[in-house]
Protein backbone atom coordinates (compact mmCIF):
# COMPACT_ATOMS: atom_id res chain seq x y z
CA UNK A 1 0.00 0.00 0.00
CA UNK A 2 1.16 3.52 -1.12
CA UNK A 3 -0.16 6.62 -0.34
CA UNK A 4 0.43 10.22 -1.69
CA UNK A 5 -0.29 13.40 -0.10
CA UNK A 6 -1.18 16.65 -1.66
CA UNK A 7 -1.92 20.19 -0.66
CA UNK A 8 0.54 21.29 1.62
CA UNK A 9 1.97 24.99 1.63
CA UNK A 10 2.58 28.37 3.09
CA UNK A 11 -1.09 29.37 4.83
CA UNK A 12 -1.42 32.99 7.14
CA UNK A 13 -2.33 31.98 10.68
CA UNK A 14 -5.97 32.00 10.72
CA UNK A 15 -6.19 30.48 7.23
CA UNK A 16 -7.34 27.16 5.64
CA UNK A 17 -5.87 24.25 3.73
CA UNK A 18 -7.14 21.31 2.95
CA UNK A 19 -4.72 17.86 2.37
CA UNK A 20 -5.14 14.66 0.08
CA UNK A 21 -4.30 11.44 0.77
CA UNK A 22 -4.52 9.11 -2.61
CA UNK A 23 -3.31 5.63 -3.11
CA UNK A 24 -0.52 5.48 -6.21
CA UNK A 25 -1.85 2.27 -7.08
CA UNK A 26 -4.82 -0.35 -7.13
CA UNK A 27 -5.05 0.19 -3.26
CA UNK A 28 -8.83 0.51 -2.27
CA UNK A 29 -8.84 2.92 0.93
CA UNK A 30 -12.17 2.32 1.85
CA UNK A 31 -10.53 -0.98 3.46
CA UNK A 32 -8.16 0.63 5.38
CA UNK A 33 -8.25 3.05 8.82
CA UNK A 34 -6.66 6.36 8.12
CA UNK A 35 -5.20 8.73 9.72
CA UNK A 36 -3.24 12.01 9.35
CA UNK A 37 -0.36 12.18 12.06
CA UNK A 38 2.26 15.03 12.09
CA UNK A 39 5.45 16.35 12.97
CA UNK A 40 6.60 19.63 14.10
CA UNK A 41 10.03 20.54 14.34
CA UNK A 42 11.77 19.49 17.79
CA UNK A 43 8.81 17.21 18.70
CA UNK A 44 7.98 13.52 18.33
CA UNK A 45 5.33 12.66 15.60
CA UNK A 46 1.69 12.69 16.65
CA UNK A 47 -1.57 11.10 15.44
CA UNK A 48 -3.83 14.21 14.34
CA UNK A 49 -6.89 12.64 13.21
CA UNK A 50 -8.52 9.01 12.54
CA UNK A 51 -11.41 7.69 10.66
CA UNK A 52 -11.78 4.15 10.91
CA UNK A 53 -13.63 1.96 7.35
CA UNK A 54 -16.70 2.38 8.99
CA UNK A 55 -16.32 6.20 9.85
CA UNK A 56 -15.42 6.50 13.48
CA UNK A 57 -13.73 9.68 14.03
CA UNK A 58 -10.45 10.58 16.37
CA UNK A 59 -9.37 13.80 17.01
CA UNK A 60 -6.88 15.32 18.79
CA UNK A 61 -7.56 17.56 22.11
CA UNK A 62 -5.57 20.61 19.99
CA UNK A 63 -7.31 20.29 16.85
CA UNK A 64 -11.19 19.57 17.61
CA UNK A 65 -13.41 22.17 16.01
CA UNK A 66 -10.42 23.39 13.45
CA UNK A 67 -10.32 19.77 11.66
CA UNK A 68 -12.25 17.69 10.18
CA UNK A 69 -11.14 14.47 8.33
CA UNK A 70 -13.06 12.69 5.70
CA UNK A 71 -12.93 9.64 3.10
CA UNK A 72 -14.75 10.11 -0.39
CA UNK A 73 -14.53 6.14 -1.60
CA UNK A 74 -15.75 7.31 -5.08
CA UNK A 75 -12.76 9.39 -5.61
CA UNK A 76 -10.47 6.79 -3.60
CA UNK A 77 -9.17 9.66 -1.38
CA UNK A 78 -9.03 10.83 2.12
CA UNK A 79 -8.93 14.60 3.16
CA UNK A 80 -7.46 16.51 6.02
CA UNK A 81 -9.38 19.85 6.05
CA UNK A 82 -7.75 22.45 8.70
CA UNK A 83 -9.02 25.77 9.25
CA UNK A 84 -8.29 28.43 11.66
CA UNK A 85 -4.96 27.02 11.19
CA UNK A 86 -2.07 28.54 14.03
CA UNK A 87 1.57 29.00 13.85
CA UNK A 88 1.77 25.09 16.25
CA UNK A 89 -0.01 23.44 13.20
CA UNK A 90 3.06 24.32 11.71
CA UNK A 91 4.23 20.62 10.70
CA UNK A 92 5.17 18.05 7.67
CA UNK A 93 1.97 15.88 7.80
CA UNK A 94 1.59 12.06 6.98
CA UNK A 95 -0.86 10.57 5.60
CA UNK A 96 -1.14 6.64 6.91
CA UNK A 97 -3.64 3.35 6.30
CA UNK A 98 -3.40 0.44 9.00
CA UNK A 99 -5.42 -2.71 8.92
CA UNK A 100 -6.99 -3.93 12.15
CA UNK A 101 -10.13 -2.43 14.52
CA UNK A 102 -8.38 -0.38 16.53
CA UNK A 103 -8.50 3.09 15.22
CA UNK A 104 -5.04 4.08 17.43
CA UNK A 105 -2.93 1.49 16.60
CA UNK A 106 -0.03 0.89 14.43
CA UNK A 107 -0.14 2.58 11.28
CA UNK A 108 1.40 0.20 8.78
CA UNK A 109 1.59 2.25 5.64
CA UNK A 110 2.80 5.74 5.29
CA UNK A 111 2.72 8.28 3.10
CA UNK A 112 6.05 10.53 2.04
CA UNK A 113 4.79 13.84 3.55
CA UNK A 114 3.77 17.16 2.92
CA UNK A 115 4.90 20.20 4.63
CA UNK A 116 2.12 22.99 6.18
CA UNK A 117 3.59 26.46 7.17
CA UNK A 118 1.72 28.71 9.15
CA UNK A 119 2.92 32.08 8.76
CA UNK A 120 1.85 34.68 12.02
Known amino acids: VQVIETGGGLVQAGGSLRLSCAPS?????????MGWFRRAPGKERELVAA???????YYIDSVKGRFTISRNNFKNTVYLQMNSLESEDTAVYYC??????????????WGQGTQVTVGS
Open 96 to 109: AAKDGSDLLGAYTY
Open 25 to 33: GRTVLSMYD
Open 51 to 57: ISRGGRL
